[in-house]
C-alpha cells in the first residue's frame, strides 16, 4: 500500500472527520464564547469593580519608539507597535473567556451523559436466565446435598 493510498485512507476515517468538524465548530464556538465575554460580561465586571475594562489593564516594560503616534493608554496602540508590556488585564479577560467556555462544555458533556445513562440503565436490566441453566443449577444443588 502506497503513501498516498494510506495517507487517503487515514483521512477518510470518521473520527479524523469528526475532529476536523469538532475544531471548525470549536473555532466558530470560540469567537462567540469572546464576545459573550469581551461585550457582555467583562463590562459588567468593570462597572462593578469601578468601571473599568480589564483588558486595558497592563504594565509597560519597555520603551516607547520615538515615531510612537497612537495613544499611550491604549494597549491595543502600545502592542501593535512592539513595545514589552506584561499585559495581566489581556489574561485576566482570556482566563474568564477560558473558565466560560469549560463551563459551557461541563454542561454540554453533563446533558449527554444524563441522557446516555438513561438508556444503559434500562439495558442493564438482567435478562430472564434460561431454562437449561436452571436445570443444571438445579442439579448442582441437588449433588451438594
Given at each position: ?76 496602540d502600545l502592542k501593535a507597535a512592539g513595545v514589552a508590556m506584561f499585559g495581566w488585564g489581556a489574561f485576566l479577560t ?27 440503565a434500562e439495558a442493564a436490566a438482567p435478562a430472564p436466565t434460561p431454562e437449561d441453566v436452571m436445570l443444571l443449577r ?8
Open positions: 500500500m502506497g503513501l498516498i493510498s494510506e495517507f487517503k485512507t487515514f483521512i477518510n476515517r470518521g473520527n479524523v472527520m469528526d475532529l476536523a468538524v469538532g475544531v471548525i465548530i470549536g473555532g466558530a464556538f470560540a469567537t462567540i464564547t469572546k464576545s459573550l465575554t469581551d461585550d457582555l460580561i467583562m463590562p459588567v465586571v468593570g462597572y462593578i469593580f469601578g468601571g473599568a475594562d480589564f483588558s486595558g489593564y497592563f504594565i509597560r516594560l519597555g520603551d516607547v519608539p520615538a515615531d510612537f503616534k497612537g495613544n499611550l493608554a491604549s494597549y491595543a482570556t482566563m474568564v473567556n477560558f473558565l466560560i467556555l469549560a463551563f459551557i462544555i461541563f454542561l454540554l458533556m453533563r446533558a449527554v451523559n444524563k441522557l446516555t445513562a438513561a438508556p444503559a438445579e442439579i448442582r444443588d441437588s449433588l451438594k446435598k
